[in-house]
């Protein structure tokens, strides 16, 4: 009997993603736990394990096909035993672009068939109702895709009124239903909020990219916190100075083990002792209940093609420096690979966003629901400070601390910057 193999949910969260790469085609055996596929979620590029055995008789999702939703059936595998050529496609396969090679077939099988009548004309038949599903080939959605012609317009002559390739060609030249509908009514005065940013253009010569999942993501997610989160922002100037001289004195004594710490390895530290420290900031707000953690776990910012992710160092405050040195740079590695595992980068109690290698000095970063707290960190830069009453120069830095008024009163906040400048300007509490 054969198999349907659908679109896997690959985190709790993913309700559609991208078929990024087939590595398998028609014809090949497969056993469980072998590699099938490449898909794209909103974080990463992930591998897709086969579960059964037998043999691919159908690929019915084309490489490539974005926005496929979790259980689409994306192929067809025939049990041992079975003979490919007998096997159907599972599932309608009509919402989904198939693949070239489907397309042909079908193609040719279209074109061999007893030649039905030329369509009727769009003004004499029926176009679907609002929300009535239009059966059309895939080939034949792709060629109206191409051509502009609306599908909506057409009177299929395929079985049970499906739209086949004759018919979108036959139709090509004719003016589809919403052109005429358009022609002969006046644009409404306020144009959609799309069109009004497609005429900002201003005639400058451009050109369009696609938003990837990952960047609808972000786009998505951060305008929600915007909007939904009551912000709060309260800065400290941190002197480092101690800190760059422990890094240089843990440097030297780990340096046999090739272990290099980054200050960053040292403020994830910092900011977990400082959670642990001042627990009602270590919280999240959770409608008509506020969750309280009892450890830290930090989600560092990490910038990647096309976006940003946020692996996370799990308890923090109860790991040596030089095991989140460790941890970080696997993870940031895999990061821009693609590799991460949804579990690596989904959670976290706070965010950590440090920008200072680019020279920032001070910024605001949005809260990345549900958290509840991000700490944006500047450049350290000589600067006049006083130390011991009297006016020096020192490496100071400049750290904000972003809080979900809902759940973190200011107060608490204040505390929590506190305690995390003393760690930073003290570090052997660190390592202690």
């Given at each position: 009997?054969?198999?349907?193999?659908?679109?896997?949910?690959?985190?709790?969260?993913?309700?559609?993603?991208?078929?990024?790469?087939?590595?398998?085609?028609?014809?090949?055996?497969?056993?469980?736990?072998?590699?099938?596929?490449?898909?794209?979620?909103?974080?990463?590029?992930?591998?897709?394990?086969?579960?059964?055995?037998?043999?691919?008789?159908?690929?019915?999702?084309?490489?490539?096909?974005?926005?496929?939703?979790?259980?689409?059936?994306?192929?067809?595998?025939?049990?041992?035993?079975?003979?490919?050529?007998?096997?159907?496609?599972?599932?309608?396969?009509?919402s989904t672009p198939a693949p070239k090679a489907a397309?042909?077939?079908?193609?040719?099988?279209?074109?061999?068939?007893?030649?039905?009548?030329?369509?009727?004309?769009?003004?004499?038949?029926?176009?679907?109702?609002?929300?009535?599903?239009?059966?059309?080939?895939?080939?034949?959605?792709?060629?109206?895709?191409?051509?502009?012609?609306?599908?909506?317009?057409?009177?299929?002559?395929?079985?049970?009124?499906r739209i086949v390739k004759a018919d979108v060609e036959n139709a090509k030249s004719a003016p589809a239903a919403s052109d005429s509908k358009a022609a002969a009514t006046p644009a409404p005065s306020a144009a959609p909020a799309a069109a009004a940013i497609e005429a900002q253009d201003f005639g400058i010569p451009h050109e369009k990219e696609k938003l990837s999942g990952m960047r609808k993501t972000i786009a998505r997610r951060l305008t929600e916190s915007k909007q939904q989160v009551p912000h709060i922002y309260l800065t400290v100037d941190i002197r480092l100075d101690e800190m760059l001289k422990l890094r240089s004195q843990l440097n030297a004594a780990l340096e046999p083990q090739g272990v290099k710490l980054s200050v960053n390895d040292l403020l994830i530290k910092a900011l977990a002792k400082a959670l642990v420290a001042v627990p009602s900031c270590n919280v999240q707000f959770a409608g008509d209940q506020l969750?309280?953690?009892?450890?830290?776990?930090?989600?560092?910012?990490?910038?990647?093609?096309?976006?940003?992710?946020?692996?996370?160092?799990?308890?923090?405050?109860?790991?040596?420096?030089?095991?989140?040195?460790?941890?970080?740079?696997?993870?940031?590695?895999?990061?821009?690979?693609?590799?991460?595992?949804?579990?690596?980068?989904?959670?976290?109690?706070?965010?950590?966003?440090?920008?200072?290698?680019?020279?920032?000095?001070?910024?605001?970063?949005?809260?990345?629901?549900?958290?509840?707290?991000?700490?944006?960190?500047?450049a350290g830069e000589k600067r006049p400070y006083i130390v011991d009453d009297a006016l020096q120069i020192a490496t100071v830095m400049s750290a904000t601390g972003s809080f979900d008024h809902r759940a973190i009163d200011g107060a608490d906040g204040a505390q929590l910057m506190k305690v995390f400048k003393e760690l930073v300007e003290a570090p052997l509490g660190l390592i202690a």
């Open positions: 009997m054969p198999i349907a193999i659908k679109m896997p949910a690959l985190s709790p969260t993913m309700e559609e993603g991208t078929l990024a790469k087939w590595l398998v085609k028609v014809g090949d055996k497969v056993a469980a736990g072998d590699i099938m596929a490449e898909i794209e979620t909103d974080k990463a590029t992930m591998e897709f394990e086969a579960v059964d055995e037998g043999t691919i008789a159908h690929i019915q999702v084309a490489e490539g096909s974005e926005g496929v939703k979790v259980g689409t059936i994306i192929a067809t595998l025939a049990e041992d035993g079975e003979d490919i050529g007998d096997v159907e496609p599972m599932g309608d396969g009509g397309e042909e077939k079908l193609a040719k099988k279209e074109e061999t068939a007893t030649p039905a009548p030329s369509p009727t004309p769009a003004a004499s038949s029926p176009a679907p109702s609002s929300g009535e599903r239009i059966i059309a080939s895939p080939l034949a959605r792709r060629i109206a895709d191409d051509k502009g012609v609306d599908l909506t317009s057409l009177k299929g002559s395929g079985p049970r009124g969750l309280k953690f009892s450890r830290a776990d930090i989600s560092v910012a990490v910038s990647i093609d096309g976006g940003l992710i946020t692996p996370i160092v799990k308890d923090a405050g109860a790991k040596a420096i030089s095991a989140i040195s460790t941890e970080m740079k696997d993870l940031a590695g895999r990061a821009r690979d693609g590799k991460l595992k949804p579990e690596e980068y989904q959670g976290g109690t706070a965010s950590l966003s440090n920008m200072g290698m680019y020279g920032i000095k001070q910024f605001e970063a949005v809260i990345n629901p549900p958290q509840a707290m991000i700490m944006a960190i500047g």
